[in-house]
């Protein structure tokens, strides 16, 4: 489990043997301390696209029912640099244009 695993996925998807978004759910459930849910996927995603677009000014919504806290105030967006961060995404950024 960890970055290893990570960088396998995201050579599997740069690959075009599975979709980003399977990839990220066997990430987020399996490769991640907690597991998180499946809803998380697009957060991934979006995270992903918006880093390779040079988009990191605007928060990403959360799951419904996810908060997060920020500067002690709980919210329910995350921003592009937190989540890839926060959801061990970086061996994923600028792999993945296919839906761009």
Do not use: Q
Request: hydrophobic residues 40%; proline residues 6%; negative net charge.
């Amino acid at each position: 489990m960890g970055a290893g695993i990570a960088r396998d996925l995201a050579y599997l998807v740069e690959s075009g043997m599975f979709t980003l978004d399977h990839v990220l759910a066997v990430h987020l459930t399996s490769n991640h301390l907690p597991p998180l849910p499946n809803s998380f996927v697009r957060v991934a995603r979006e995270a992903i696209k918006r880093y390779n677009r040079g988009d990191t000014e605007h928060g990403i919504r959360l799951p419904p029912g996810m908060l997060i806290v920020v500067g002690g105030h709980p919210t329910r967006n995350i921003g592009v640099i937190h989540a890839l961060d926060k959801l061990h995404l970086w061996d994923f950024v600028r792999r993945n244009d296919e839906d761009d």
